[in-house]
């Protein structure tokens, strides 16, 4: 899976290596620091700040569940204006730095959800309530599942399977209670209930092995775990083979009368388990040799500055954000801002099939905290060695600061293209010139491993003010129980396995300032023009003629999935011209087959409004800051952010 867009300009530059930090590189460093993460210190200093706070009755989150826990804090980013402000005026009136703080409060009688404002930081002695837009709470369902919960769902899983701990050891040779090396693991699939308030979970029971993923034994099991005292969870379902139980009790009734469709799983070894990474078989050419490698003969043609960097004309700011993941800020381009803000929004996978796990997964990866699972990455592999490599800091259900140890990349990478050639012919086997660019671009990159997918994010600069925003899909599959009639529903990828039918969908937000944040959005079409031929009467001439349309309005600039996209998606500053007298513009290039996921207002789609939108131009608001939230994963059907009602309004988008 690719989705890209290509934001584009012409220009030709040539590049000369420069490894001094000059003056303006440092001012860049202190500007971009409006945008920089949360240091572990800054996180330290605001946990000790609430923790002292008697009336939020805070405690530790570790092994605590149903009280009152500090569950995520991260940057909050002041309004763009006063960004600007600061940016624009050389470093003065730098906004206070502040962060935005989640406290779950489970102890209380109405249980709830509440984010705060924690400054100034570094040495915070405020904090301040946020009012959601027209009040709405953010339900306390809705929160994303933490560690103590899943040890918890572990703990009840071995209880109500010890009763059928016999059918599943039959079965496959592993188990939850009392088992030693031959366990079971489980995936837990979301939403998690069919209806706003809900909190009930299917999960599929898999042999723990690696990639557990590829091994479900036929179980699946649904938990209702919506009490804050798991003594009162319940399993309100259960599903083998293609069979659904109203209670364990019945499980085993079916199964001593011998009504139970029973396979047993004799197609794995524990010395080969088929889903290892281990290489299998030969290729026609040797690959225990080393393959190409990338080199800077030179030194390297970058700089990185804490969240700062400088390559060839470009220049702009990152962070990761805990719930979606990497956002660039001021990009510029030979000191010129093209963009405020480049970043992911959201990334989906919505899955069909027969078991009901299958039929219910429906996954928002925001919920599951896509920003944190970035991890290590493996050099040479996951980027080349001769890449920058920076660690990023989390507080995540948790109690310190997470440290992730060289989990974001930044390197140069030949693209094996020429950035412009032109072999000049003589036509007679000679030429009168050659003349080429070699083509190097700019990649700053970090994974989210979630669960089984793991997403590999890219944002590409190239030199002729190009930017390249893709996202690779790899890991393993979710996968399901193989049934006959789940042929209509994805592939059989092994014995006993179903490789099930998913969409992937990803949401970017793209904050264009094209020589100011005063732009409009305008699309350009060919259509074909029939005209007499001026130079011989009587003839005429067909060709293509460009049909430009400025569109004034959010209705006008939201084009869902099924239309046709326009050629041109074009941004431009209708106040500014470049020397050609031509408005300045930049263009984004959708490079994507991605289509919707659901029908407009089914069910979960409330969700994932965006979907509905190959893209969708919005009138700037601070308060329409991301179009996601981590809260939807849970609650789709009412969810903490509609991203439809950012357009509904129909507002004015010139200028």
């Known amino acids: 899976m690719r989705c890209t867009y290509l934001l584009q300009v012409v220009a030709v530059l040539c590049i000369t290596a420069d490894n001094s930090y000059g003056k303006s590189s440092s001012m860049g460093r202190y500007m971009a620091s409006v945008f920089s993460d949360l240091t572990p210190d800054e996180m330290k200093s605001i946990k000790s700040f609430l923790m002292e706070q008697q009336q939020l009755n805070l405690v530790s989150s570790q092994n605590t569940y149903g009280k009152n826990t500090i569950f995520m804090m991260e940057l909050n980013l002041p309004k763009k204006s006063k960004v600007l402000k600061f940016l624009d005026s050389n470093g003065k009136n730098k906004p206070l730095r502040e962060a935005k703080v989640v406290i779950f409060f489970g102890n209380q009688p109405n249980p709830n959800i509440t984010e705060f404002i924690v400054g100034p930081l570094p040495h915070p002695y405020y904090y301040r309530r946020i009012i959601p837009r027209g009040k709405k709470l953010i339900s306390f369902e809705s929160r994303p599942v933490i560690n103590v919960e899943y040890e918890k769902i572990q703990k009840k899983l071995v209880e109500v399977t010890k009763d059928f701990n016999h059918i599943l050891l039959e079965i496959s040779g592993y188990s939850f209670y009392n088992c030693s090396k031959r366990c079971l693991a489980f995936t837990d699939i979301a939403p998690r209930g069919l209806r706003s308030g809900e909190r009930r979970s299917w999960i599929i029971l898999q042999r723990f092995v690696d990639g557990f993923f590829l091994h479900p034994i036929g179980f699946e099991i649904l938990l209702n775990h919506r009490s804050l005292n798991p003594k009162e969870w319940t399993v309100e379902k259960l599903w083998y083979n293609g069979q659904y139980f109203d209670s364990v009790t019945e499980l085993i009734q079916k199964y001593e009368k011998k009504e139970l469709n029973i396979i047993p799983l004799t197609d794995f070894t524990e010395e080969d388990p088929y889903s290892t990474f281990m290489p299998r078989g030969d290729f026609k050419t040797n690959t225990n040799v080393h393959g190409p490698k990338i080199c800077e003969p030179q030194g390297k043609r970058y700089k990185v500055l804490g969240n700062y960097v400088e390559y060839t004309g470009w220049s702009f700011a990152f962070r990761v954000r805990p719930s979606a993941g990497l956002q660039i800020f001021d990009i510029q381009y030979n000191d010129e801002r093209v963009a405020y803000e480049v970043s992911i929004q959201e990334a989906i996978a919505f899955y069909s099939g027969v078991s009901p796990a299958a039929m219910q997964t429906k996954y928002i990866d925001s919920g599951w905290a896509m920003g944190t699972v970035h991890y290590e990455l493996a050099k040479g592999i996951d980027c080349p060695e001769v890449a920058t490599y920076l660690d990023l800091y989390n507080f995540y259900d948790t109690d310190e600061p997470m440290r992730y140890k060289n989990a974001l990349c930044i390197f140069e990478l030949p693209t094996g293209m020429p950035l412009r050639r032109h072999f000049d012919s003589t036509h007679d086997g000679g030429y009168n010139f050659y003349a080429g660019l070699e083509n190097h671009v700019l990649v700053v ?35 399901t129980f193989f049934t006959p009639d789940g042929l209509h529903y994805g592939s059989k990828v092994y014995s006993h396995v179903l490789g099930n039918l998913h969409t992937h969908l990803v949401n970017y937000k793209v904050d264009l300032d094209i020589a100011g944040a005063e732009n409009s959005f305008e699309t350009i079409d060919l259509k074909y023009e029939n005209i007499t031929n001026p130079w011989s009467p009587g003839d005429f001439i067909v060709q293509s003629r460009m049909d430009r349309q400025l569109r004034s309005s959010e209705s006008a600039a939201a084009f869902r999935f099924g239309e046709q996209l326009p050629r041109y998606l074009m941004f431009m500053n209708p106040n500014k011209k470049n020397k050609w007298d031509h408005y300045r513009s930049y263009r984004i290039q959708y490079n994507s087959h991605a289509h919707s996921v659901l029908p407009r207002k089914w069910d979960a789609e409330r969700g994932i409004a965006w979907s509905r939108y190959s893209l969708a131009v919005t009138r700037h608001k601070d308060w ?16 903490a952010i509609n991203f439809e009602n950012f357009i509904r309004n129909n507002e004015d988008i010139e200028n």
């Not at 994974?447 to 930017?467: A, C, E, K, P, R």
């Not at 179009?627 to 009412?638: A, L």
């Open 624 to 639: 329409e800051q991301t179009s996601n939230s981590m809260y939807i994963q849970s609650d789709p059907w009412d969810p």
């Open 445 to 479: 990159r970090t994974t989210s491993t979630v669960y089984n997918y793991d997403y590999i994010w890219d944002f590409v600069f190239y030199q002729n003010g190009v930017i390249e925003v893709k996202v690779s899909a790899t890991g393993y599959i979710h996968a």
